[in-house]
């Protein structure tokens, strides 16, 4: 649920610095889907090509407030140069992981991402 809060945040900036009307695009599909099982699907789309998907399950730990989440999932929208960003992305206990073609990537694959550099 906190990813899903998330991307809509990311949605609703990404919004902002698109040219347009922009301002007045309509959410046209929004799906969210818990099961028993808990895992979850949500499934977001806007007027204006924003898309958010994600997909995820939780898993208990041994003691109350323990345990770990398994998340993958995108989101697309339209930068104001009219260049379609897309970022697929995978967080679990190994932390967060975001592919894109916009991302860059150093020689350990996250060098450059992060600010770290390599001697």
Do not use: H
């Not at 007045?24 to 977001?44: M, P």
């Not at 924003?50 to 998340?71: F, H, M």
């Not at 592919?99 to 992060?114: K, L, Q």
């Amino acid at each position: 649920m906190k990813l899903f809060v998330l991307f809509a945040l990311v949605a609703v900036a990404a919004c902002q610095y698109v040219p347009g009307s922009d301002k007045q695009a309509q959410i046209v599909k929004n799906l969210y889907e818990a099961a028993v099982d808990n895992s979850f699907v949500t499934d977001v789309e806007t007027s204006n090509g924003i898309l958010v998907k994600a997909y995820g399950e939780s898993l208990p730990g041994p003691e109350p407030e323990t345990g770990t989440s398994r998340q993958s999932g995108s989101y697309q929208y339209v930068a104001p140069d009219g260049q379609t960003i897309r970022v697929e992305w995978e967080a679990d206990e190994r932390g967060y992981r975001a592919t894109s073609d916009v991302i860059p990537e150093g020689a350990d694959g996250r060098a450059a991402a992060t600010g770290e550099q390599q001697f």
